[in-house]
């Protein structure tokens, strides 16, 4: 596609429930990275995949966040039973390599009441 | 891990000035990008700058890897350059992940 494209663009949930943020990532890139962006704050890192594999999950908060790219190109990012502290708006970035140009999506904002 | 930082923290202009956002960052990196966020959240890429200069229009940036910082110039402001710029880095060691500043949040008034 064109760009990095996130789906949905918003979503409420209720505390507990279960939610999947979707990322469909530039056509080609091989590197597509996860991020969380809470209110007045700069993005922070999740999870970056190279190709199918997560090669590193450091920035994950705890072992309430999953997330998959099961054929190396659109990645899901999954959270369970979710807090009210995991409102924020999670952004995806793809980008051809590890070292390049990082591009952004246009984010899914996530409210958890 | 390293550390990122921008000034100003925020500033006002007035349309057609000009201004200089600052990043320092702390280690060795091999990339640095500028982006602007906009009022709706999209982050825009700015500039892909681990060395050197570069110029887009009314925006410039340089990025002095030695001396560990990086400018973004902005050129005659328009309202529309309102937002918050991020600078984002990522050191040259391995697999690292990109590191975002601080934010320099910028308000243009007409």
């Known amino acids: 596609g064109a760009g990095v494209s996130q789906t949905p663009s918003n979503k409420v949930t209720e505390k507990g429930k279960y939610v999947e943020l979707r990322c469909d990532p530039i056509?080609?890139?091989?590197?597509l990275y996860w991020y969380r962006q809470s209110l007045g704050q700069g993005p922070e890192f999740l999870i970056y995949f190279q190709g199918t594999g997560a090669a590193d999950d450091s920035g994950l908060p705890n072992d309430r966040f999953f997330a998959v790219r099961p054929e190396g190109s659109v990645s899901t990012l999954k959270i369970q039973r979710t807090e009210r502290g995991d409102s924020a708006v999670y952004l995806c970035?793809?980008?051809?390599?590890?070292?390049?140009?990082?591009?952004f999506g246009q984010g899914t904002r996530l409210t958890v009441v | 891990g390293i550390q990122v930082e921008q000034s100003p923290p925020d500033l006002i202009l007035q349309e057609g000035a000009n201004s200089t956002l600052r990043c320092n960052f702390s280690d060795s990196v091999n990339n640095l990008q500028w982006f602007h966020q906009n009022p709706w959240g999209q982050l825009i890429n700015l500039f892909y700058?681990?060395?050197g200069t570069k110029q887009n229009g009314r925006l410039s940036a340089t990025t002095v890897a030695t001396e560990r910082y990086s400018l973004l110039y902005i050129s005659s402001s328009q309202t529309t350059d309102s937002g918050v710029y991020f600078c984002a880095v990522r050191m040259n060691t391995g697999f690292q992940k990109l590191v975002f500043g601080t934010g320099t949040r910028l308000l243009v008034s007409p």
């Open positions: 970035a793809s980008g051809t390599g590890e070292s390049t140009e990082a591009f």
């Open positions: 700058i681990p060395s």
């Open positions: 056509s080609g890139h091989t590197a």
